[in-house]
């Protein structure tokens, strides 16, 4: 399976707060690449977003929360969109996550399904999942 078939595989399931939202959409290509999902403990804790923002915001924010994910899974920093990486999308709200199926290009998962050509903080970090 390519990076483009898993990220097509979880980010178009509909939409569902706490189960395949951006956060949990990136957690499940995460767990797939890695063998363990990142945040068991988030699956099915929020069913909106003012409970999803109550629930990161306690964590510490999406940009701390990414990064305690990825030292405790031992993923290497990425500078660059490389295929494989996850990132911080800083958009309305708490921001998103993000993958990168293929050198240069970011997805997320939307309230539509897959949002394609996302801008990741470079300044957030990126990691590197394969």
Known sequence: MTYWDLAERVMLRPHRWGFSDCVMSVAAIWGVLRGAHPAPEMIGAYHDARAARALVTRLGGLPCLLRARAA??????????????????????????????????????????????????????AWVLR
């Open 72 to 125: 405790a899974g031992g993923l290497e920093p990425a500078n660059d969109a490389i295929a494989g990486a996850v990132g911080f999308v800083p958009s309305g709200g708490i921001g998103a996550l993000a993958f990168c199926p293929e050198d240069g290009v970011w997805v997320a998962k939307s309230l539509r399904g897959m949002a394609l050509g996302i801008a990741v903080d470079r300044g957030a970090g």
